[in-house]
């Protein structure tokens, strides 16, 4: 079973409008960590947010929130603000505290900001 | 505090050929991880170092993958007698160890290596 769910291959967005992307995970685990990760056309992947399992608060970096709903297992990325920039493909990971810390990713979704 | 740099950053070889790439983590990091990133997917895990030792391997590394960190410093990742399906981006990560007022765990990667084989 996949751990890790992305079910929009790609999503497209006005610039300077805000766009979720969508990301449920399963885990037996009681500690786990969520993360996502932006990869531009280059290569390089770039941490963007982190939310811990027992995190009461969702986590926000700038233009970055974390919407975690724990009991539906979901953790979707907020980017508020659009820049041409953000163009580039959003990985959801999951780091299950059982697991040497490993990375377990989803497919990705590919995110076109429109100007 | 430079980041996690990978080399080459493009290789290209033939069937048959052997591979090896470079990984120089963040310096202060002892945690270090390799994945795998193929066309349309995300990376998958290779195998991970704490210092100097390997402590997990995925059944992705096959017999022909061979990974080292000599001094807990940088790492290499060498393929043997390469194959078509060798071809992927091979992307390099490190991380604090977990606990010891360390909470979170990010892994840090690098720009990757691309492997052509052909």
């Known amino acids: 079973a996949q751990k890790i769910t992305q079910t929009q291959p790609g999503m497209f967005v006005q610039e300077k409008e805000a766009v979720t992307l969508d990301c449920t995970y399963d885990t037996s685990d009681q500690s786990y960590g969520l993360f996502w990760y932006k990869q531009p056309s280059s290569g390089e992947m770039i941490f963007l947010i982190y939310q811990g399992s027992y995190d009461e608060q969702n986590a926000t970096e700038g233009r970055y929130s974390l919407n975690f709903q724990k009991a539906r297992k979901s953790a979707n990325l907020v980017i508020s603000a659009s820049q041409l920039g953000d163009s580039a493909m959003y990985f959801c990971?999951?780091?299950?505290?059982?697991?040497?810390?490993?990375?377990?990713f989803g497919k990705g979704t590919l995110l076109t900001v429109n100007p | 505090d430079t980041g996690v740099s990978q080399d080459p950053r493009h290789k290209i070889t033939k069937r048959g050929q052997n591979v090896t790439f470079r990984c120089d983590p963040i310096?202060?990091?002892?945690?270090l991880y390799w994945y795998r990133q193929t066309l349309g997917q995300g990376p998958e895990f290779l195998t991970y170092f704490q210092n100097e030792a390997q402590l997990e391997k995925s059944r992705l590394l096959s017999d022909r993958f061979s990974a080292e960190r000599p001094k807990g410093s940088f790492s290499t990742l060498e393929i043997q007698r390469t194959e078509q399906g060798d071809s992927a981006m091979y992307l390099c990560?490190?991380?604090?160890?977990?606990?010891?007022?360390?909470?979170?765990?990010?892994?840090?990667f690098g720009a990757g290596t691309r492997l052509s084989v052909l």
């Open positions: 310096s202060e990091h002892n945690r």
């Open positions: 990560a490190s991380s604090l160890r977990y606990g010891q007022g360390v909470t979170k765990n990010i892994q840090y």
């Open positions: 990971a999951m780091r299950e505290d059982g697991s040497n810390y490993k990375l377990t």
